[in-house]
């Protein structure tokens, strides 16, 4: 039987107070099970970002549950956060360090062992060995996103957050880091929630996805069966429709 | 809060900061350029105020408020910029999703602005021996208590300052170096707390930096050493700004994290 590895329950985030608050997540649930690849779809502001930041213990949540490896996330979020990892495109590294520096730091905070093999190994996997003695300053979008993925896969987590991972890579690296993070999954039965505004990638890549849209999730499903149920071709209308708030609630 | 503290947690978190300094030029001018100017233009001016025939110590006196001075301001700001560093290059982000703790997060920027101040005074103490020829050093036990003492105000302070930095964010970020300055006229570095207004010195007295200046320059001057009740006073002002500060530091840091600061922060 498959586990869950995330539980999400009634989640709802409120920035602000009074006549000023903002209801980002309305009351969000869903669970993704060991080895899945979970999509998140929505337009900016639907509230994935929301999401992914309580997920990883940036935000806290107005209110809600969320269980990660079967424990409540808030009361054992050191002991839950060793075993995951995140890359997003809106986070950047310490700028003045280099590349590896950097990765060190980071295979410290996650009490990595052998960290020196595991960096080398991770920068080749990535083809960035050359950028090893670099300032994170000094690369380009692609480099440091290239470099982000590096540090989101340095603890080995069972557990991966990618917020558009692949927002600023060029078709060919894009390709060549999809197909890494799809042997990577598979090898590792590695549970992944994924964000991204490429639709083709989140046909690819994502088991199923999660329809998120003022808040609100209106449906999660199969890429087909979305397609299906919706009747459209591809996932670039289903996201359409769903950017234009056409869709009925599940 | 601090169960589950884990050593290596805190080693990465000093040695981010640690390479941040061996990397730029602006923390190792912080260290030792801006208190070695300091120390050089007062060194001066004691050269000349010994020439005039005051008081013998006047000018050890004023030398040794400059260094405790140097000293608190210094411990304090590396403490709010250890805060800023990673605002600045957004990498909040990937440290504080990580299993960092803010135990270990309070720990390792204690240690880190101890190692930071520890270089800084030795070179002060070194300068002032060699190029003034005064060593406070000599003054004993009572120096390594005010020493010590100054320390943990400038950790109190620091957090207190990184407190309103994560309520109110990076547009605040210059009372990293301003919030403090307001204590320099009234907690008498280089004059007694009877020379100001009462209400002034009033208002002085609440702050253990104070005490730590007038027993220093009682020390020197007078050769008296401090007494228990000073000691009393140093001591539990000190704890009880300490615990304000991580209590403050604590609460701006949930706060934070409620506002999702750590995400975007501005």
Known sequence: MTKNVVEVKNLKKVYGKGKNSTEA??????????????????????????TLNILIGLLTPS????????????????????????ATAYADLANSLTVYKNLKVFALLYGVKNYKDKIESLLAQFQITELRDQKINDLSAGQKT????????????????????????????????????????????????????????????????????????????????????????????????????????? | MIKNLKWHRIHGFLLRHWYEVAATIDRKVDIIFWPTIDLLAFGL????????????????????????????????????ISLLEDAWSRNLYNLFSSPISIAEVII????????????????LLFVTASLFGFNLIIYGWP???????????????????????????????????????ILYPISGVFYPLDTLPPLLAGIARIFPISHI????????????????????????LNIAYLFLGILLFVTGFRNAKSRGWFIHPS
């Open chain 1, 25 to 50: 997540l309305k009351g969000v649930s869903f669970e993704v099970t060991e080895g899945e690849i979970f999509g998140i779809l929505g337009p900016n502001g639907a509230g994935k970002s929301t």
């Open chain 1, 63 to 86: 209110s809600g549950k969320v269980e990660i490896f079967g424990k409540n996330f808030f009361e054992n979020e050191e002991e839950i956060k060793n075993r995951m990892n995140i």
């Open chain 1, 146 to 250: 290239r470099v982000n993925l590096c540090k989101s896969l340095i603890n080995d987590p069972e557990f991966l957050l990618l917020d558009e991972p692949t927002a600023s890579l060029d078709p060919a690296i894009a390709a060549h880091v999809r197909t890494m993070l799809l042997n990577i999954q598979k090898q590792r039965k590695l549970t992944i929630i994924f964000t991204s505004h490429n639709m083709p990638e989140v046909e690819k890549m994502c088991g199923r996805v999660a329809l998120l849209h003022k808040g609100e999730i209106f449906k999660i499903d199969t890429p087909d069966n979305l397609k299906k149920f919706l009747e459209v071709p591809n996932m670039e209308e289903v996201f359409i429709k769903l950017a234009k708030g056409e869709l009925e609630y599940d």
């Open chain 2, 45 to 80: 001016l004691t050269i000349y105020i010994n020439k005039l025939n005051f008081q013998v110590g006047i000018a050890g006196a004023i030398l040794g408020g400059l260094i405790l001075w140097t000293l608190v301001y210094n411990i304090q700001r590396d403490i709010t």
């Open chain 2, 108 to 123: 390792g920027t204690l240690v880190l602005s101890l190692i930071k101040a520890l270089i800084t005074i030795l070179f």
């Open chain 2, 143 to 181: 120096i390594v208590f005010f020493i010590i003492n100054i320390f943990i105000f400038g950790w109190a302070f620091g957090y207190i300052t990184s407190s309103l930095i994560l309520s109110f964010g990076i547009k605040v970020q210059i009372l990293a170096w301003s919030l403090i300055a």
């Open chain 2, 213 to 236: 200046f007038e027993g220093l320059r009682n020390l020197i001057l007078n050769n008296i050493t401090p007494g228990s009740e000073i000691i009393m006073i140093i001591v539990s």
